[in-house]
């Protein structure tokens, strides 16, 4: 029981850290979905750096440092984790995201899409909207970023999931 009370305690005394931490890596998760690089990524860093300084001042260099290679850790594979689901179409039928896309093409019908081209409506980052003969689509790049406005053209259509390509020229 004794054990207990000590984790307890060493929850509550680090919650300002835990929380900074914790909300600093949601943040740049969320960046990766934004375009550009707004308020959400700026707060990240700022949230992550802050959980890193709080951690060096309380416990010294060598946790500090401890600290920011498990934060760094986190983002990475939290980022990893969410770019991998949106790729595979699980956050794209997430009401979450972009949810004002029209998703008129029916699934079967997302195989006559192979090869065709279209605009970028936002920015690919890698997720993105792109119009096809006035059809918005939920898009996904081969993993780069693309500006709004580049010509694409679809390079591959699995279920929902439909993998564009810059056109060059």
Known sequence: MQNM???LSFIITNLPLILCLVFGVA???????????????????ILV????????????????????????ALAGISISISVKSAASG??????????DVSQTVEH?????????????ATVLNPVGIAEFDGVRLNVLTEGTYL???????????????????????
Request: glycine content about 14%.
């Open 90 to 99: 699980k956050m794209s039928r997430s009401a979450l995201f972009l949810s």
């Open 147 to 169: 500006e709004k406005g580049k010509k694409v053209k679809v390079t591959q259509v699995e279920g929902t999931k439909i993998t564009v390509r810059e056109i060059e020229g």
């Open 49 to 72: 750096a802050t959980g890193v300084v709080i951690t060096w001042r309380t416990y010294g260099a060598v946790a500090g440092l401890a600290v920011t290679v498990i934060a760094l």
């Open 5 to 7: 009370d000590g984790v």
């Open 108 to 120: 079967e019908e997302n195989a006559a899409l192979l090869g065709k081209e279209g605009i970028t």
């Open 27 to 45: 943040m740049l998760v969320v960046e990766v979905f934004m375009p550009g690089f707004g308020l959400p990524g700026i707060s990240g860093l």
